[in-house]
Structure formats: C-alpha cells, structure tokens
C-alpha cells in the first residue's frame, strides 16, 4: 500500500511540470499555421496527377486562344459605325434633322452599343477565365516551390529531375496564359475605342433631342412673309429632296435578312386569320355589329398581324417603318369605315389615314424644312375650311344639334389654324408638333378602339367553341374568366395607347422610355423609399395570389373534389385552408418587393394587439372560431344543424360568420364564436341517418295487436324506410283519451325526415279507417256555476235527464 501511495505521488511529481507548460501555452497567442507538405513517397503520384492537369490547361487555353470570330465581330462593328458616322455626315447639321430622322439613327447607335457590350463582356469573360487560370497555376508553382525548400531541410533529398519537370510544365502553363491573354486585352481596348465613339455621337443626339423639346415654344425659323424664306427654294434645296429619298431607301437588304422572319410571320399570320374567318365566319354566331369582319377578313388579319407583332422589330429602317404603318393604318381605316353609318366620320378617316402615311413619308426622307413649312401650311390653309364645312353639315344634319363629332371637327379647325399662326410666324416645332401628334393621337385611339373591339370579339369567340363547353370547370367559370380577360385586354391596350399618346407629344422619345421613367418615379414615407414599379409589383403580387387562389379553389370544387368523392365539408375547408395560404404568400411577397421586413411591423402590430383587446374582441374571437371550425370541423359545409328552434344547411363558413339557409330559403348569420361555445344541434356531423317518430292515438276499446299490426305494415311498405335499423311499433300508455302508440323508422337521408313522416301519417290515417278504428279528440265535461236568470229563461224548460247527458257527452272544446 505504502509502494503504491510512493508511485501515485511520482506520478503527480512528473505530470505537474507538463500541466503547467500546457497552461502557459494556452495562454499564449498561437503561432500561425504552417503548410504541412508531402513526403518523399507523394511526388511521383503528384507529378503524374500534375500532367493531366496540364494537359486540360492546354486544351482550355487553345480553346480561348480562338479569337478569330471576336475579330471579324470587331471588324463589322468598325465598319457599321464608319457607316453610321458616314450616314450623320452625309445628313447634315443634326440640328436641320426631323425628330423622326433624330430617333431613328439613335435606335440604330443603341443597338450597336448592345452589340459592343455584348461583345466587351465575351472577352471580359474570357479574360476573367484566363486569369484564373493564372492564379491557379501561379499557386500551384509556390506548393512545389515550397515543397522542394521543405524537402531540402529534412533528411530526405528530393530528386530534382521532378521538382525540375514540375517547374517547367508550370511556367509553360504560365506563359501561355500571358501569350493568350495579350491579344484579348488589344481587342478589348479596340471595343472600348468603339464604344467611345459611338458614345459621344449618341450624347449628340440625345443633345438635339432635347433641344428640339426645348425649342417647341421658341421661334426657329423665318416667318412665311419674310423674304429670306422664298430665297431658300433653289437647285440645291431640291437636291436635298432627292439625297434624302436615296438615303431612305438604305439598309432594305441587310434588315430583310436580319428581321425578315418577323414579316413573314406577320404575313402568314394574317393569310391564317383571313382564310379561317372565310371558312368559319359563316358558321358562327355572328351579331350585326360583327358582320364587317366578315366583310373584311383579310384586312382584319392584316391588321391583328401588324399590331401584335411589329414590337418583335428592331430600329427598322424608314422604308419599312412606312410600309408598316401604312399596313396597320389602311387595314383599320377599312374596319372602321365599315362600323360607321356617318359617310364624313367614313371621309374623315380615311383622310386622316392618308395624311398619317404622307407625313410620315415626308419625314423618312427627310423633306427639307422650307418644303415642310410649305406643306404643312398648305395642310392648314386647305383643312381649316374644309373641316368646318363638315361641321357645319353635320350638325344640319342632326337638326342643330352638336355631339362627339361636330366638337372634335371644330377642335380640328382650330388645332390647324392655330399651327398656321405658329408657322407664319416662325415656330416651325410647334406648328409641326401640332399636327403631326393631333394626327397621330387621333389614330392612336382608333387603333386602340379597334384592338380592343377585336380582341374582346376573339376572346367571345373562343369562349363560345363547344370544346370548351365541354370542359366542366370552363363551362362553369368560364363567364369570370372571360370577364377578367377582357379586363386585362382593356388595360393593357389602354396603357400602351397612353404611354405611346406620351410619346407623340415629345414628353418622351418612345413608349418603352415613357414606362422605364415612369416605373421610375415614386414617393417617400419615413425612411422608406417607394417607386412605382415597387408597387406595381406589388399590386401584381397579391392581385395574382388572389387569382390563383380562386383558379385553384374552383379546380378543387369543379374537378377533383367530385371526381375523388371526398366529403364536400373536408373540400371546402381545403380550399379555404389554401386560400388562406396564396393569400398570406402573395402579401408576404408583396413586402418583400416593397423592401419591407417584417420587423417594421412589430410596433404597428403591438398598437393592433391593445386595440384587438380593446375593441376587436368579438372579430377576433369570431375569427379564431372560424379556423378551429375549418380544423376540427364540428360543423361543415353542407350539414344539417339546428339553431335555437331554426333548422337549416350549412352554405359558407367564412372569416368572422357562417351562414346557414333555413328550410324557407332564408339565410341566417351566425357569428362563429356562436357555433363554437353555444349548443348547436348537428344532424349531419358523422352521419345523414336519422330516426322519425309518428306518434299516434286510438280510443280505448281497440284491439292493440291490430293497430301494431298497421303501424308495422306502414313502416314497411314506404321505400326510404331502412330495414336495419329495423322499425319500431311502440305502446306508450294510457293518455287521457286515447291509447298511445309511436311509429319510429330510421331513414338514411335527414332531409327527408318531414315528408316521410308525412307519408307514414297519411297511410296510418287510410288504413284506420278501413279497419274502422277510432282516432279520438279530446273529451271535456263542462260545469256552469253561475248564470243570469234571463239566459236560461231564454233557453226554455230544462232537458231531460238522458237528453242532457248526451248533450255532455257530445261537447267539444270551445264550444
């Protein structure tokens, strides 16, 4: 014992001097980690592993090295832009541009400046890999570097030959890295060299541009009366006319082979329409108002091809703009023209369709600006009296009364008399911009009045196919869906309308720049910044969480729910349950698109917690109710339940009440909490049987066995009478007239319970009858204690005994 105590205190002796080195170099800041390398027996296998990996180096760096196809790229965007600056120069002083010449050479510098940023960031891409290629290798070559230092210092000598091998394979990787990387880097500052070019024509235009919207209010030229201005009409004025229509007509082979496909598109679009209005016009259901797209069916396709597919278009060039706008603008003027009864509303606008495409035409070529200012007062002078002699016509003939129409020929008149004035007196951008947009806004409404006349006839139409008559959930919905539709369809047309309308009056250079700005804008609250896409989005969010929780609730009712037999309560409290949840996932990410978190709601939702407990009780209390009838499901949709001394079925469960429709067809509503915490007497919950009791009296003196005899053939003979349970002939007593007696039956359905009950009481009544057994009333005996003298001389001499007492026994209630 003595021996052991001796080794434990050694042992503790020796332990102590360790523990306590331990502790002070816990305390002590740790050195920093060393890389730990490999030993000798690993560098064969590592220089093995070492060559593959150089030889998938080589192969990605030859498949980078490929820089060919970036170099003719670079060569065609070089030359596109040398023709661009080629085009400028050729057009002249940018300030003598129309606003339509400005935006079409600036749609043709934004699209190159796409393709040289999609060009830049391909080589950026390459580059960025080349580079990690570097790194890559360059850590690869401090590891061996580092392993052999390592190698060198310890007993081990390493064999130089692999440390050698190892070190060349990795600068060769290296230096074609470098090699590789060179001629990107030159092609990159080439691409950079071009955007910069065509970055600074662009500030000019957009300089011009602004400019022109500056000057709509300013004198830009020589009035009409000046001499100046005639002296402008010479040689070389009609030589500018002939450059710009040579200029125009530029780029029709290039554009036909790049965009080509959209026309063709568009015209077996409008050849598909046409012929299938041929072939099934006739057929179809047809209202009057429809029959001019029967009358009219090519230049229907025509026009649905055009307004639908021209956005596919990329900066197409004024040739093709006029051929597009004049397929778009003669088609509607024919499909308008064939809605009207007016034949000056049928003159109007066809002329405006006219005056549309030679406007337009004026401004593709570029018409020198004293030709224009001629035409466009020329327009004026011709169209001033010719507009109110329309007026004037059309209110004699509506017997002196002026509408829509009469207004809008006067507010023609003075528009062009107004631009006039402004054209005399020199201020050319507001005299054109009046009735170049006055022009382009009015077809701008009647493009989209007939887009969405047709689109809501095509949406009727499709609606009306048996196809989809034939789909049970469509035949059902199939009137909301189309309503909501239509509403898309107008809101979507009405908004491009506005926001193109923007863009003709030169609040803005297109539609797409009008929306982008207007996305834009926005508002304030607090320390929160909202814009108006974040809300919109947002509106959208919760507008389509709402739509796919009705979608979806109406594919559970119509389709699955029926077709899986589940019980009609479990579905509806399934499709609430979902609703619940798109509804609280669409708000969820409506927040979150407003930049929102949930945090910001912790004070808003405690003040909501002191006034639910204030004043929201009973919501609240009726709401919780409504989830735990949804979960537990005491009641559900359908069941048949009493209230009070009201019996009725079941027809909705909502948020705060449920409503029940009694057997009159009245609707009750009963607050949640009610069918919760109050007695509620359900006769559906796990099962539609229910008993029905008839209750019956015979007179005393019947034969018992007889009338349990009938009662059991009643039961019996009825059809909804259920076997099992079997039915029940029951003697109660003895009442005070009668013989007591209870049928009771057990029916599958409970709606049934009244009128078999019916049923059984009549058969019971027929069959008494025929076994001739007596159904008594009640009997009373009634004591007169005190009458006047004069009643009873006025009655007569007092009956006989026997008389008086079958007088008794003959007395009724009441009489």
Same mark, same amino acid.
């Given at each position: 014992m003595q021996r052991l105590f001796v080794l434990c205190?050694?042992?503790?002796?020796? $332990?102590?001097?360790?523990?306590?080195?331990? +502790?002070?170099?816990?305390?002590?800041?740790?050195?920093?980690?060393?890389?730990?390398?490999?030993?000798?027996? *690993?560098?064969?296998?590592?220089?093995?592993?070492?060559?593959?990996?150089?030889?998938?180096?080589?192969?990605?760096?030859?498949?980078?090295?490929?820089?060919?196809?970036?170099?003719?790229?670079?060569?065609?965007?070089?030359?596109?832009?040398?023709?661009?600056?080629?085009?400028?120069?050729?057009?002249?002083e940018m300030s003598t541009w129309s606003s339509?010449?400005?935006?079409?050479?600036?749609?043709?510098?934004?699209?190159?400046? $796409?393709?040289?940023?999609?060009?830049?960031?391909?080589?950026?891409?390459?580059?960025?890999?080349? *580079?990690?290629?570097?790194?890559?290798?360059?850590?690869?070559?401090?590891?061996?570097?580092?392993?052999?230092?390592?190698?060198?210092?310890?007993?081990? +000598?390493?064999?130089?030959?692999?440390?050698?091998?190892?070190?060349?394979?990795?600068?060769?990787?290296?230096? @074609?890295?470098?090699?590789?990387?060179?001629?990107?880097? !030159?092609?990159?500052?080439?691409?950079?060299?071009?955007?910069?070019?065509?970055?600074?024509?662009?500030?000019?235009?957009?300089?011009?541009?602004?400019?022109?919207?500056?000057?709509?209010?300013?004198?830009?030229?020589?009035?009409?009366?000046?001499?100046?201005?005639y002296r402008q009409f010479n040689a070389e004025l009609f030589e500018q006319v002939t450059q710009g229509i040579s200029s125009a007509?530029?780029?029709?082979?290039?554009?036909?082979?790049?965009?080509?496909?959209?026309?063709?598109?568009?015209?077996?679009?409008?050849?598909?329409?046409?012929?299938?209005i041929i072939r099934h016009g006739q057929r179809a259901q047809v209202t009057q108002e429809w029959q001019f797209i029967l009358r009219h069916p090519f230049a229907t396709g025509v026009f649905v091809a055009i307004s639908s597919l021209s956005f596919l278009y990329t900066t197409p060039p004024g040739l093709w703009r006029l051929l597009l706008w004049s397929l778009a603008a003669f088609p509607a003027a024919v499909l308008i023209s064939g809605l009207l009864r007016n034949p000056r509303k049928i003159f109007m606008v066809n002329l405006l369709a006219a005056l549309l495409i030679l406007s337009l035409a004026l401004q593709i070529i570029s018409l020198p600006q004293p030709l224009y200012r001629l035409y466009l007062a020329m327009l004026s002078l011709l169209g001033i009296p010719l507009l109110l002699i329309l007026a004037g016509g059309d209110r004699r003939a509506k017997q002196?009364?002026?509408?829509?129409?009469?207004?809008?020929?006067?507010g023609g008149a003075a528009i062009l008399a107004v631009s006039f004035v402004s054209q005399a007196a020199g201020y050319t951008n507001l005299a054109s911009r009046l009735i170049e947009a006055s022009v382009q806004t009015v077809f701008l409404g009647l493009f989209a009045a007939m887009a969405i006349r047709l689109g809501l006839g095509g949406i009727e139409f499709f609606w009306r196919q048996d196809f989809i008559k034939a789909i049970p959930f469509l035949h059902r919905f199939g009137h909301e869906l189309e309503k909501r539709l239509k509403g898309v369809l107008k809101i979507l047309v009405i908004g491009y309308a506005l926001l193109q309308t923007l863009a003709v009056w030169g609040f803005y250079d297109t539609a797409a720049q009008a929306w982008s700005n207007l996305l834009e804008m926005g508002f304030s609250v607090g320390e929160n910044n909202f814009s108006i896409q974040m809300v919109l989005?947002?509106?959208?969010?919760?507008?389509?969480?709402?739509?796919? @929780?009705?979608?979806?609730s109406a594919v559970l009712e119509s389709e699955f729910i029926p077709r899986t037999g589940m019980d009609r309560g479990i579905g509806d409290s399934i499709r609430k349950l979902l609703h619940y949840v798109l509804v609280t996932i669409g708000f969820l990410i409506a927040i979150g698109i407003m930049g929102m978190e949930l945090k910001n709601f912790a004070v808003l939702a405690g003040a909501f917690g002191i006034g639910i407990g204030f004043g929201l009780q009973n919501i609240v209390n009726n709401f919780v109710s409504g989830l735990i009838l949804l979960f537990e499901r005491p009641v559900k949709v359908g069941d048949t339940v009493v209230l009070g001394t009201d019996w009725g079925t079941v027809q909705k469960i909502g948020l705060r009440s449920t409503i029940v429709e009694t057997f009159d067809r009245s609707e009750i509503i009963v607050?949640?909490?009610?069918?919760?915490?109050?007695?509620?007497?359900?006769?559906?919950? !796990?099962?539609?049987?229910?008993r029905a009791i008839v209750p019956v009296g015979v007179a005393y003196g019947t034969d018992l066995d007889?009338?349990? *005899?009938?009662?059991?053939?009643?039961?019996?003979?009825?059809?909804?009478?259920?076997?099992?349970?079997?039915?029940?002939?029951?003697?109660?007593?003895?009442?005070? @007239?009668?013989?007591?007696?209870?049928?009771?039956?057990?029916?599958?359905?409970?709606?049934?319970?009244?009128?078999?009950? @019916?049923?059984?009481?009549?058969?019971?009544?027929?069959?008494?009858?025929?076994?001739?057994?007596?159904?008594?009333?009640?009997?009373?005996?009634?004591h007169l204690r005190s009458v006047e003298q004069g009643i009873l001389e006025r009655q007569g001499p007092p009956l006989p005994r026997e008389a008086a007492g079958a007088a008794d026994h003959q007395a009724q209630p009441g009489a």
């Amino acid at each position: 014992m003595q021996r052991l105590f001796v080794l434990c205190l050694v042992l503790l002796a020796l $332990a102590a001097p360790a523990a306590l080195a331990q +502790q002070n170099e816990t305390a002590q800041p740790a050195p920093s980690a060393e890389v730990s390398f490999p030993g000798v027996a *690993e560098i064969v296998p590592r220089l093995a592993q070492l060559g593959e990996s150089v030889l998938q180096a080589d192969s990605r760096i030859a498949s980078l090295q490929e820089n060919a196809g970036f170099e003719g790229q670079i060569a065609a965007a070089q030359e596109k832009q040398q023709e661009l600056k080629k085009k400028i120069t050729e057009y002249g002083e940018m300030s003598t541009w129309s606003s339509d010449r400005l935006l079409e050479v600036r749609g043709r510098l934004l699209e190159h400046r $796409a393709t040289l940023r999609k060009l830049l960031d391909t080589l950026s891409s390459r580059l960025a890999e080349l *580079e990690a290629l570097r790194k890559d290798w360059s850590s690869r070559k401090e590891f061996w570097e580092g392993w052999h230092e390592a190698l060198k210092g310890s007993s081990m +000598q390493p064999p130089k030959d692999s440390f050698r091998q190892a070190r060349g394979m990795i600068e060769e990787i290296l230096a @074609s890295t470098a090699k590789t990387s060179t001629p990107f880097v !030159t092609l990159q500052q080439e691409v950079t060299t071009l955007q910069t070019g065509s970055a600074e024509i662009l500030n000019q235009l957009e300089t011009t541009l602004s400019s022109q919207r500056k000057e709509l209010f300013k004198k830009t030229a020589r009035s009409l009366a000046s001499p100046d201005y005639y002296r402008q009409f010479n040689a070389e004025l009609f030589e500018q006319v002939t450059q710009g229509i040579s200029s125009a007509q530029g780029r029709g082979v290039e554009f036909l082979q790049e965009q080509g496909w959209i026309l063709g598109l568009q015209l077996l679009l409008a050849a598909g329409l046409g012929v299938f209005i041929i072939r099934h016009g006739q057929r179809a259901q047809v209202t009057q108002e429809w029959q001019f797209i029967l009358r009219h069916p090519f230049a229907t396709g025509v026009f649905v091809a055009i307004s639908s597919l021209s956005f596919l278009y990329t900066t197409p060039p004024g040739l093709w703009r006029l051929l597009l706008w004049s397929l778009a603008a003669f088609p509607a003027a024919v499909l308008i023209s064939g809605l009207l009864r007016n034949p000056r509303k049928i003159f109007m606008v066809n002329l405006l369709a006219a005056l549309l495409i030679l406007s337009l035409a004026l401004q593709i070529i570029s018409l020198p600006q004293p030709l224009y200012r001629l035409y466009l007062a020329m327009l004026s002078l011709l169209g001033i009296p010719l507009l109110l002699i329309l007026a004037g016509g059309d209110r004699r003939a509506k017997q002196g009364r002026s509408d829509g129409f009469t207004m809008t020929l006067r507010g023609g008149a003075a528009i062009l008399a107004v631009s006039f004035v402004s054209q005399a007196a020199g201020y050319t951008n507001l005299a054109s911009r009046l009735i170049e947009a006055s022009v382009q806004t009015v077809f701008l409404g009647l493009f989209a009045a007939m887009a969405i006349r047709l689109g809501l006839g095509g949406i009727e139409f499709f609606w009306r196919q048996d196809f989809i008559k034939a789909i049970p959930f469509l035949h059902r919905f199939g009137h909301e869906l189309e309503k909501r539709l239509k509403g898309v369809l107008k809101i979507l047309v009405i908004g491009y309308a506005l926001l193109q309308t923007l863009a003709v009056w030169g609040f803005y250079d297109t539609a797409a720049q009008a929306w982008s700005n207007l996305l834009e804008m926005g508002f304030s609250v607090g320390e929160n910044n909202f814009s108006i896409q974040m809300v919109l989005l947002a509106a959208i969010a919760l507008y389509l969480s709402l739509v796919v @929780s009705k979608l979806l609730s109406a594919v559970l009712e119509s389709e699955f729910i029926p077709r899986t037999g589940m019980d009609r309560g479990i579905g509806d409290s399934i499709r609430k349950l979902l609703h619940y949840v798109l509804v609280t996932i669409g708000f969820l990410i409506a927040i979150g698109i407003m930049g929102m978190e949930l945090k910001n709601f912790a004070v808003l939702a405690g003040a909501f917690g002191i006034g639910i407990g204030f004043g929201l009780q009973n919501i609240v209390n009726n709401f919780v109710s409504g989830l735990i009838l949804l979960f537990e499901r005491p009641v559900k949709v359908g069941d048949t339940v009493v209230l009070g001394t009201d019996w009725g079925t079941v027809q909705k469960i909502g948020l705060r009440s449920t409503i029940v429709e009694t057997f009159d067809r009245s609707e009750i509503i009963v607050p949640n909490s009610q069918l919760i915490s109050d007695k509620v007497t359900n006769w559906t919950l !796990t099962s539609t049987m229910a008993r029905a009791i008839v209750p019956v009296g015979v007179a005393y003196g019947t034969d018992l066995d007889r009338v349990m *005899e009938i009662l059991k053939e009643a039961a019996a003979q009825h059809p909804e009478v259920l076997k099992d349970p079997e039915p029940a002939a029951i003697f109660m007593g003895f009442g005070e @007239s009668s013989l007591d007696f209870e049928l009771r039956v057990w029916l599958a359905d409970v709606g049934r319970r009244l009128g078999v009950r @019916s049923d059984l009481g009549r058969y019971i009544e027929k069959r008494f009858r025929e076994a001739g057994i007596e159904i008594p009333f009640p009997q009373r005996d009634l004591h007169l204690r005190s009458v006047e003298q004069g009643i009873l001389e006025r009655q007569g001499p007092p009956l006989p005994r026997e008389a008086a007492g079958a007088a008794d026994h003959q007395a009724q209630p009441g009489a």
